[in-house]
């Protein structure tokens, strides 16, 4: 490969975080059951980094398993406890009155952090979990991790940290508003979102 100047795509090794047993595990409610019957009926999240240039840039989505749209983000420069719990309050604020989710990711120490928890109770979603070190039960959001980092960001260069928020935002409204999907009916998320509340 050298000989002939070729370079092979490696995906990076994915951000780990899970801390020890800190915090209160739920039960793994989802069950690798991915499939949805309407919108906001389960949402999966997780938390993925990126580097550019001795930077991080951590990305923490919700996603909706009907529609397979982003429904909140946050993204930012450190994976503090803000990072997962005001992408929550975002992704809350989109629920009609009575659409209360099943919300699923692994066990890392945001998802078992007290204020976390709390704010899933309260709202009256119920919390779901993967089991410790099986990426499988949570699949869909390693899925769009895997196809955002391979359509925008691996073989790509950025000036700064900025500038790779700054083009990951933009993929995401690409994500939901542009990329049709083969499983929605050649439908983007927001469309298929659209068509799903009309014929309900």
């Not at 090794?13 to 949805?36: C, H, I, T, W």
């Not at 992408?87 to 629920?95: D, K």
């Amino acid at each position: 490969m050298a000989q002939l100047n070729l370079k092979s795509t490696v995906r990076i090794k994915k951000y780990r975080s899970y801390r020890g047993e800190s915090g209160k595990a739920a039960p793994n409610v989802l069950e690798r059951d991915f499939s949805a019957t309407q919108p906001d009926e389960k949402w999966v999240t997780d938390v993925t980094e990126f580097k550019v240039k001795e930077q991080k840039v951590y990305l923490s989505p919700v996603v909706d398993l009907f529609t397979q749209e982003v429904v909140a983000y946050r993204v930012a420069q450190n994976a503090c406890l803000p990072l997962v719990t005001d992408m929550l309050t975002e992704a809350i604020s989109t629920l009609k009155p009575n659409s209360k989710p099943i919300i699923h990711s692994d066990q890392g120490w945001q998802y078992r952090h007290r204020q976390y928890q709390k704010k899933v109770a309260e709202s009256g979603l119920t919390q779901s979990m993967s089991r410790k070190g099986n990426c499988l039960d949570n699949a869909v959001a390693e899925n769009f991790f895997a196809l955002l980092k391979t359509e925008m960001y691996h073989n790509q260069s950025f000036e700064d940290a900025d500038a790779l928020i700054e083009q990951i935002k933009e993929y995401i409204e690409y994500y939901n508003t542009k990329r049709i999907k083969v499983k929605l009916k050649g439908l983007t998320p927001i469309e298929y979102r659209t068509q799903a509340l009309k014929a309900a």
